[in-house]
């Protein structure tokens, strides 16, 4: 017997919408420019330093190779974090939108009970503005919301996957996982989700495998299609 689909479980940064390149590469750009720093990303080179997690280790590496002293890059580092993500959250978070197909399949959802959640490498409260700016109807809908301050998404036991499913007191074929990145499907993938990955061009090239489904984006799916693909039923 087919299972039920009883949840989809999203990242967030390029999986609901373009936040790498219209977000936190210029958010970043920004926030060492008023720092007076000499250093600017390419979009090419944000993507270069993708195995990096987060920003201010990339910071802190870009800065090492130009030869920066230790402890003056940790001085340069503590300043850009809260500056990047205010800059973040109040102008550049604001002008985002939602990737194609993304906001149907959430209003479908809910419309046939199946539960929403987040997993994210990212800062929760960049999460909670993110869904509020461009999920604002459907945002208190999203339960839990785990990010960076709730563990490492990609430890490479599931951790944060694993225990997204224990508060929804879920199993794995219950649920589909909605990715971007290689990085997190492997993450789902130790937890046991079933996933998709909808790939951008921040994340286009990479191998994917064993993922249920690889596609450039949501906007040919509905809800129905898609759990189809995963064998279930809704």
Known sequence: MYPSLRALIFDVDGTLADTERHGHLPASNEAMRQLGLDLQWSFEEFIRL??????????????????????????????????????????????????????????????????????????????????????????????????????????????????????????????????DSEEGLKAALEAGIPTAVFYNDYTFGKPFRDARLVAPGLEHFNLVQLAAVFGMRI
């Open 50 to 179: 993708s195995h990096l997690p987060g920003t201010a280790f990339r910071l802190a590496y870009s800065l090492g190779q130009g030869g920066m002293p230790t402890m003056e890059i940790e001085r340069y580092v503590e300043a850009f974090k809260p500056l990047k993500q205010r800059l973040y959250i109040e102008k550049y978070l604001p002008r985002l939108s939602l990737r194609p197909g993304v906001e149907r399949l959430i209003v479908e959802a809910l419309a046939r009970g199946v539960r929403l959640a987040v997993v994210s490498t990212s800062h929760e409260a960049q999460i909670h503005a993110l869904l509020k700016n461009l999920l604002g109807a459907c945002y208190g809908n999203f339960n839990p919301i785990l990010g960076k301050e709730s563990g490492r998404k990609t430890d490479n036991d599931g951790f944060l996957h694993k225990r997204c499913l224990e508060l929804m007191q879920l199993s794995p074929p219950e649920t589909i996982m909605i990715e």
